[in-house]
């Protein structure tokens, strides 16, 4: 039996070296600083989040002065009260300006343990009016910004993500920071999850977060802001609950009313004239917004991100004279954009500019962008293939000076065009040259693009890239190789099946110094590019000799500090080599000589990052290969044995590896193992015994394999099981208990395996199951009396298994009463809807595909299980499945 581990606090020195970082910075050389600093420390009890807060404090204070009355009066008022860390915690409150004040308590609205969007909290907080702008040259949302870095560096927050742009930054408040922000907060914030909650909150509270169906329980007519959490889909609400709020809310500034499936925003909107951030993101049915939306001239952002049947935008948009943010990211169904939509010069986000077609909706040209320069983020101009006059209008949209931009999407056509969309007869008119971008760009994506298949000039001077991603279909034999983009660090090339070569020069050409070759690159994805042979127009490398494998020293050209690399559907004989990946490596239906010519490297030599190991690859963490030609069991159990770090192994259809013929044993870190279409396997290797951290095992269309014993009862560790189209795999082993070792397993999922006519008696012995998934077994008839052992199963899912359907129907069933103890669960854990309270799901395949988010959600599912396949776009997928 463990012994239980008694948690204590820092120890002095841990406690002094956290107090010094935060407090002292370049005041650590003064003796008073220090020895005051000391004697407060002294009180904190070694307790991380107090050190860390009052040191927040302190850093602020520049004078001895200032520190010694902190310590004198403020703090050992605290100190004499041992224990009371949430009185200590209010002294960094207490010491803070008014106006982070009001931003803190705001905070209280979030959940605990709720991952904070801080783009979004700083826009809600600029809706209230607490960002004051008292410098013109910086815009609010900076302001703002500045506000949640003073808060954070005085400890308020936590889990801050590190990213080149804030944008997508996210954080966290420690319970206790919670506790502070609702004990500030008072009565004018509140979570309104219950009715007793929704009946005490009284009149004062001018901020709440709500179960959106507690919304008509909830009576202050003085409310501000309304949220809604939790953040679940829900399918109930109706038009009555919009009545309730406009009529009874009337000073609302910040409303949110995401993902809950509105079909009609009402004309009675436009009541709410103090509203400035409106979110109705997620509501996939809305069609068009009224008209008198335009009305509420306070309005700064609007966010319809996600509404998926959303056609139009109100054509007097530039009516919201004040509308900052303009957010419809995977608004898939826009046709066009208002004209007049240039006119919102105060517009700082504008997520997508859908260009009109064939000029039926009478939509804005390009021409409106042009003096919209205050925008940021991401911009994604869409249907360009069918704009007119397009060298004038291309350049009309003067995206150059565009400075603030980070993200700049450019499509061709949209999704639905098979033909690829636009006028041919015009295609030359079109040129990525007439579209530059500033200089200032951090992500060009670039899609579709069937014009004049060249590159553009200014390309070269976007030295600020960190992301690049092309996709297809397009007409690009070939494309710059990026090699001297000093900063770019991800590049994706996908479904450009006319390409043929990256690069003019031979491997030994003019690249220039090897640290000029992609010296930021971390990530590289080369995806279904079937006429790409060579990186390089002309190799030195004889690609008609499969053994011209040898190496010689630093000679040949390789990747200084790329992480993770891709290459799916591209026969790739020669290609700069990566010997540094330390992250993942993906060989999908590609050639197998650049793999065993970076395995015969030696990398002290060439990539002095790496240089504490001489073996190549020997950092990895994941290694997924399928359809690999030429890659054999020798090899491959060879390169296995330098892969000691790996964590994650994936084997698919490599028809010259055997198995049961590899040992195994290197691979001591092994947590995931994946093993996909290998018909000539017909038992588990004996050899897996030895992947004592394996916690996940997969095998998906092994026809050949016969049964999971006797290796599985090795396998104590594993926490999740998961088998597909095992045609004649047997799952009963009458006589065999072994499963008594299998406490640990808390998934098990079956799919399409014709033998399986009962689920066997050991699975009495998986007491821990939580998620058990019965998909397609036909010749299942009924579930065993032994499922109401497993006390501790949280889902059920039963799809395509008919006699079974019948079977479990709530209450009536011949079965229900084995699974009646399965707890109930929502339909958007695991992406269906339900209409029953348990935890069982009974739907059929058919069934599914006519809702369009549950289809979304499942396929993502199957991709993700099956990760050879590769799907560039799964709402076009998606489209096609409705």
């Given amino acids: 039996k463990c012994q239980p581990y008694v948690l204590k606090g820092l120890s002095d020195d841990d406690a002094w070296s956290l107090f010094k970082e935060i407090a002292l910075e370049q005041r650590s050389i003064n003796p008073t600083f220090v020895k005051i600093g000391k004697q407060i420390l002294e009180r904190c009890g070694g307790v991380p989040l107090v050190i860390r807060t009052i040191a927040g404090v302190l850093s602020f204070k520049e004078t001895e002065k200032e520190w010694r009355s902190f310590k004198d009066n403020e703090f050992t008022?605290?100190?004499q009260n041992e224990g009371k860390i949430l009185a200590t915690l209010k002294l960094s409150y207490d010491h803070l300006p008014s106006h982070l004040k009001h931003c803190f308590a705001y905070c209280r609205l979030y959940p605990k343990d709720h991952e904070i969007h801080v783009r979004t909290l700083v826009q809600f907080w600029i809706a209230q009016g607490f960002v004051k702008q008292l410098n013109p040259s910086q815009s609010l949302e900076e302001i703002g910004f500045v506000y949640f870095k003073d808060l954070n560096e005085r400890g308020f927050f936590q889990e801050v993500g590190e990213r080149y742009s804030w944008e997508g930054l996210t954080c966290k408040m420690h319970?206790?920071?919670?506790?502070?922000?609702?004990?500030?907060?008072?009565?004018?914030?509140?979570?309104?999850?219950?009715?007793e909650v929704a009946s005490k909150v009284g009149e004062k509270c001018r901020h709440?977060?709500?179960d959106p169906s507690l919304i008509v329980l909830f009576k202050g007519k003085k409310l501000r802001t309304m949220l809604h959490f939790p953040n679940e889909r829900n399918q109930n609400m109706n038009d009555e609950i919009w009545d309730f709020i406009i009529s009874n809310y009337r000073c609302l500034r910040v409303l949110e009313l995401n993902g809950l499936d509105f079909k009609m925003i009402p004309r009675s909107i436009c009541k709410l004239k103090h509203l400035r951030y409106l979110d109705l993101s997620g509501n996939f049915n809305i069609k068009s917004l009224p008209k008198s939306i335009c009305k509420i001239q306070n309005l700064q952002a609007l966010k319809l991100n996600l509404c998926w049947e959303l056609e139009e935008l109100p054509k007097k948009i530039e009516k919201l004279v004040n509308l900052t943010h303009l957010g419809c990211e995977d608004c898939s169904g826009l046709t066009h954009m208002p004209r007049g939509i240039g006119k919102l010069t105060s517009l700082e986000t504008l997520s997508k500019f859908v260009v009109d077609k064939d000029g039926s909706h009478d939509g804005a040209d390009l021409s409106e962008l042009s003096g919209l320069n205050n925008l940021g983020g991401r911009l994604e101009i869409t249907n360009l293939g069918f704009v007119k006059n397009a060298k004038e209008k291309f350049k009309a949209a003067n995206l150059k000076e565009k400075q603030h931009l980070r993200l700049l999407v450019l499509v061709w056509n949209d999704y639905g065009d098979d033909d690829g969309g636009g006028n041919d007869d015009d295609d030359d008119d079109k040129s990525l040259e007439d579209l530059r971008p500033h200089p200032n760009l951090k992500e060009l994506f670039i899609g579709g693009?069937?014009?004049?298949a060249?590159?553009?000039?200014?390309?070269?001077?976007?030295?600020?890239?960190?992301?690049?991603r092309i996709w297809g279909p397009s007409n690009f034999k070939q494309i710059p190789s990026f090699a001297q983009l000093s900063c770019l660090q991800k590049l994706s090339i996908v479904d450009l099946t006319l390409l043929e070569y990256m690069d003019d020069n031979s491997p030994k050409g003019s690249q220039g110094e090897p640290e000029s070759f992609f010296p930021s690159l971390k990530s590289l994805c080369l995806e279904n590019c079937p006429n790409m042979k060579s990186w390089w127009r002309k190799s030195s490398i004889d690609d008609d000799n499969e053994d011209d494998t040898t190496v010689i020293g630093t000679s040949t050209m390789a990747f200084p500090c790329l992480s993770s690399l891709e290459i799916v559907n591209c026969?790739?004989?020669s290609m700069p080599l990566y010997p540094s990946l330390d992250d993942d490596l993906r060989l999908v239906k590609t050639s197998s000589r650049p793999l065993k010519q970076t395995m015969k490297m030696n990398i002290t030599s060439t990539t002095p990052s790496s240089s504490t190991s001489s073996l190549p690859l020997s950092k990895l963490k994941s290694f997924h290969v399928h359809k690999i030609e030429g890659l054999d069991t020798h090899m491959l159990d060879e390169y296995l044995k330098h892969f000691t770090g790996l964590k994650k192994l994936t084997i698919g259809d490599c028809k010259e590896v055997d198995l049961e013929g590899m040992q195994w044993e290197a691979l001591k870190n092994l947590s995931r193992l994946e093993i996909i279409n290998i018909p000539q396997l017909v038992s588990l290797p004996l050899w897996l015994q030895h992947l004592v951290q394996l916690k996940r095992l997969e095998i998906w269309n092994c026809s050949g394999l016969r049964s999971l014993f006797p290796v599985?009862?090795?396998?104590?560790?594993?926490?999740?099981?998961?088998?597909?189209?095992c045609k004649e795999l047997e799952l009963s082993a009458a006589g065999l208990q072994i499963f008594q070792d299998q406490t640990r397993l808390r998934t098990l999922a079956l799919e399409n395996i014709p033998k399986c006519r009962h689920l066997p008696e050991w699975i009495q012995h998986l007491t821990n199951l939580q998620i058990l998934s019965l998909v397609d077994l036909p010749n299942l008839t009924s579930l065993p009396d032994d499922m109401r052992c497993l006390t501790n199963l949280q889902q059920l899912n039963i799809h395509e298994v008919p006699q079974l359907e019948e079977r479990c129907q709530k209450d009536i069933g011949a079965d229900w009463y084995k699974i009646a103890h399965i707890p109930s669960d929502s339909w958007s854990r695991v992406g269906e809807s339900l209409n029953t309270q348990c935890g069982c799901h009974v739907k059929s395949w058919k069934d599914l595909a006519s809702e369009y988010l549950v289809v979304r959600m499942r396929l993502m599912l199957y991709v993700w299980e099956w990760e050879f396949v590769t799907i560039t776009d799964y709402d076009a997928l998606c489209l096609a499945l409705c």
């Avoid at 609702?182 to 999850?193: F, L, R, W, Y």
């Avoid at 060249?454 to 690049?468: A, D, E, G, R, Y």
């Fill in 712 to 725: 599985f009862q090795h396998l104590t560790f594993l926490d999740a099981l998961f088998v597909s189209k």
């Fill in 77 to 79: 008022r605290i100190a």
């Fill in 454 to 468: 060249k590159f553009p000039s200014w390309l070269s001077l976007l030295t600020n890239l960190v992301v690049i």
């Fill in 208 to 210: 709440i977060s709500i």
């Fill in 175 to 195: 319970d206790l920071m919670h506790d502070l922000a609702e004990s500030v907060a008072g009565t004018e914030s509140s979570i309104v999850d219950s009715n």
């Fill in 449 to 452: 693009w069937r014009s004049d």
């Fill in 571 to 573: 026969p790739l004989t």
